[in-house]
């Protein structure tokens, strides 16, 4: 089905390990983006991507990097999870700035 | 800069009560405005959505009507039901913003259906 996934959908770190959460997309869309969401708590985006080849911090970037392979996939990146981390991520994406965004159906992220 | 502010809640409604949930807004430029809609352990969905003045938007029963005088896009249902309970998230695109800037989004009202 078209749309955003997101992988993996749980995951379970240790404090100081590393991981990578990936987003794919084929819709064709332009922009992507990294939400986290606490619990009772609304969306902080982390980072984005406009266009491919370009990325920009969101209101939340630190402890945190990204990388927009191609058009299609945007990956998050925690080079060193603490506990502060354990949080619900969601990727999206849009074709442009009149559009809304398509949601992937998140990660759910427990750093210990 | 851009900014949506949405009625505080929880909002606990009994089956078939009218609902009404504020989303007002302040943007430089005419944004489209959105809202979406959280079920328990899932992610978010596009409700609803209206990109010019007096247009109104509609799904699942669910209104909104883009008033600019006002600045606001209220979220309307006539009859809820208790699988209408979820977090609803008022956002707007303000196109005048260069660099397809990310979506603003309100805090979320939650909402409770009790049968």
Known sequence: NAGVTQTPKFQVLKTGQSMTLQCAQDMNHNSMYWY???PGMGLRLIY???SEGTTDKG?????????????????????????????VYFCASRVGQYYGYTFGSGTRLTVV | GDSVTQ??????????????INCTYTATGYPSLFWYVQYPGEGLQLLLKATKADDKGSNKG???TYRKETTSFHLEKGSVQVSDSAVYFCALSDPTNSGNTPLVFGKGTRLSVIA
């Open chain 2, 7 to 20: 009625m505080e809640g929880p909002v606990t409604l009994s089956e078939e009560a009218f609902l009404t």
């Open chain 1, 48 to 50: 984005y991507s406009a």
């Open chain 1, 59 to 87: 209101e939340v970037p630190n402890g945190y990097n990204v990388s927009r392979l191609n058009k299609r996939e945007f990956s998050l990146r925690l080079e060193s999870a603490a506990p502060s981390q354990t949080s």
């Open chain 1, 36 to 38: 986290r969401q606490d």
């Open chain 2, 62 to 64: 669910f209104e909104a």
